[in-house]
């Protein structure tokens, strides 16, 4: 055999880091069950983008929140969001979002996870999560 250790440890090493970011929200394994009624909603969050259904995307989010959005980074209210969001979809019409990593007190959640645009990979995509009357809402993002 004429292959150097280090090729093959490096090839080894890389198809590890693929198999790993290949990881999505949708293969995520709860560790509670408020871990699970985030990941429903932002699953949610997910199908509706990638329907292009306006109102599942709004309905997760919360009506007094500050949603990040372009390349300027601009933060709009929900309102602003639901304006722009028909030409946003147009531009990302898929979207993938990664393994979630989950950080639950009281009421309040962060989440952070990778999100595939298909021409736009955000590594850290930070959502701020709330919850209210037993449900939880989309306060912000940003990333």
Request: aromatic content about 10%.
């Amino acid at each position: 055999m004429n292959r150097r250790p280090g090729a093959m440890a490096l090839s080894f090493l890389i198809s590890i880091m693929l198999f790993a970011c290949a990881a999505t929200l949708k293969d995520y394994k709860p560790k509670s069950s408020e871990e699970e009624a985030i990941k429903v909603v932002l699953v949610g969050f997910e199908s509706a983008w990638n329907r292009h259904d306006l109102q599942g995307v709004l309905d997760v989010l919360h009506e007094k929140g500050k949603f990040m959005t372009g390349r300027e980074k601009k933060l709009v209210s929900k309102k602003e969001y639901a304006d722009i969001l028909p030409s946003r979809m147009l531009e990302v019409p898929t979207m993938t979002i990664g393994t979630p990593q989950i950080n639950i007190v009281g009421e309040k959640a962060v989440v952070n996870a990778s999100i595939d645009f298909v021409r736009i990979q955000i590594p850290s995509f930070i959502y701020h999560m709330v919850k209210e009357n037993n449900k939880w809402l989309i306060m912000s993002w940003e990333y």
